[in-house]
């Protein structure tokens, strides 16, 4: 045996050593290895396939892209950090809101119930946000993926329907109505989120499939099915704000501000739905830009619509301070307005010749100018006084002091 052969021996042992043998592999281990397994090389072609969406177009990349060394998607993280800030800002503001929204006898309930869906909305997109993240890190599963998403979407709309009826009904339907209107939109919800999960699972839509991975994207049911539901939302939130205008129904369905502030950006959004739906369907893949921002929007900033337009709006006031609310006039004269009570004449002397008098609500000033002399047979006849004679106490009629506002004529008034 030569160096040279002793050399490549002692080159393959470190080698199996290192990497292992390669007659440790069976002949059926072998046989059974294929780089092309599930390879379709025609995956990305729109001629074979045309309802294909390439992995590399922005509205696709944005909600498939995965962040170097963490392994979640960006798309994950966009809906988990505005979630987690206002639903800490609803945790530390519970005692506060929901002490004054008890406060408030005649709509109390139906604000607790709306305010209760809110944190449950909240709850769940934020869960649902961080367990796909944490799925995503480990095994990426797009069964599992669909099934957050659908649950989300069930809290979603059953909350959406109670609220849009509890809004718009609440003056007819009663407390009671609340809680057969949170059973309609739980049973509207259940079945079109069942509809909508059987479509993900069983015929997912190849637009929404990751070329390079091979892994399905949660597709809203499939873009047919998602601009049929938006369809049919846009003209039940168009019937809601129409319903008001209505002769018969102005005082029974609610026409208020808070109202039209909430259903007119909910038929905004699921028009673009529509829309984007509708153009995925017929192969333009710009529509997919419209179905992600109609996506973003509605599990990110529907609470917050919610949130501003009734709970905010009723709970912002700010209770005033009554030991503080009067505050004296700037020009008032400590002498005036004050009613003299005095068993003495002297005590009018003293008040001035001008006063004021302020009888209810309107403030009647008097001047005060004519003098008369003192009764005969009084010491003093040149003594003037101000006051009322006792001749006006010996009448029936009471003094100014004593007397109620309410009675006081104006001859009663005049100070003689």
């Not at 999960?197 to 069983?202: A, F, K, V, W």
């Not at 909910?266 to 996506?295: E, P, R, W």
């Not at 030991?323 to 002498?335: E, R, S, V």
């Not at 002397?349 to 002399?373: E, M, W, Y």
Request: charged share 10%; with cysteine.
């Amino acid at each position: 045996m030569s160096i040279t052969d002793i050399g490549s021996e002692m080159i393959n042992n470190l080698e199996d050593a290192f990497f292992g043998s390669d007659s440790n592999m069976t002949e059926s281990t072998q046989t059974t290895i294929d780089p092309f397994k599930g390879f379709n090389p025609f995956a990305d072609d729109e001629f074979f396939q045309p309802r294909v969406i390439h992995d590399s177009e922005t509205c696709k990349w944005i909600i498939q892209h995965k962040i170097a060394h963490l392994n979640i998607r960006l798309w994950d993280l966009l809906f988990f950090i505005p979630n987690t800030i206002f639903f800490s800002f609803l945790l530390f503001g519970y005692s506060k809101v929901k002490q004054r929204l008890q406060g408030m006898a005649a709509t109390a309930s139906g604000l607790m119930v709306m305010y209760y869906l809110i944190i449950v909305m909240m709850c769940t997109s934020t869960t649902r946000s961080l367990i796909n993240m944490l799925l995503t890190m480990e095994m990426e599963n797009s069964t599992s993926e669909k099934v957050g998403w659908v649950f989300a979407k069930f809290v979603y709309l059953a909350a959406e329907i109670s609220i849009l009826v509890i809004t718009s009904c609440l003056g007819w339907i009663g407390k009671r109505g609340i809680g057969n209107s949170l059973m309609l939109g739980s049973i509207v919800s259940l079945i079109v989120c069942s509809i909508q999960l059987y479509l993900e699972i069983n015929a997912p839509y190849y637009g929404y499939k990751i070329i390079h991975s091979g892994v399905d994207l949660y597709g809203h049911g499939g873009p047919v099915y998602q601009y049929v539901i938006s369809g049919i939302f846009s003209l039940l939130y168009l019937i809601a704000m129409c319903l008001p205008l209505l002769p018969g129904n102005r005082h029974r369905m609610s026409g208020s501000t808070a109202f039209y502030s909430y259903c007119v950006p909910q038929f905004l959004l699921n028009m673009i739905a529509f829309l984007g739906a509708l153009l995925v369907s017929a192969n333009k893949h710009g529509g997919l830009c419209l179905t992600d921002f109609t996506s973003y929007f509605y599990y990110n900033f529907t609470p917050i619509l919610i949130y501003i337009c009734y709970i905010k709006q009723n709970t912002s006031f700010k209770t005033p301070n009554f030991l503080f609310a009067y505050t004296a006039q700037i020009d008032d004269n400590p002498d005036e307005g004050l009613f003299i009570h005095s068993d003495s004449l002297q005590s009018f002397d003293q008040a001035g010749s001008n006063s004021i008098i302020k009888q209810g609500s309107n403030f009647a000033s008097t001047t005060l100018s004519d003098t008369t002399k003192a009764p005969v047979g009084l010491p003093g006849s040149n003594h003037t006084t101000t006051g009322l004679s006792a001749g006006n106490l010996g009448n029936g009629s009471l003094s100014v002091g004593l007397q109620s506002p309410e009675y006081v004529s104006d001859q009663d008034l005049l100070i003689q």
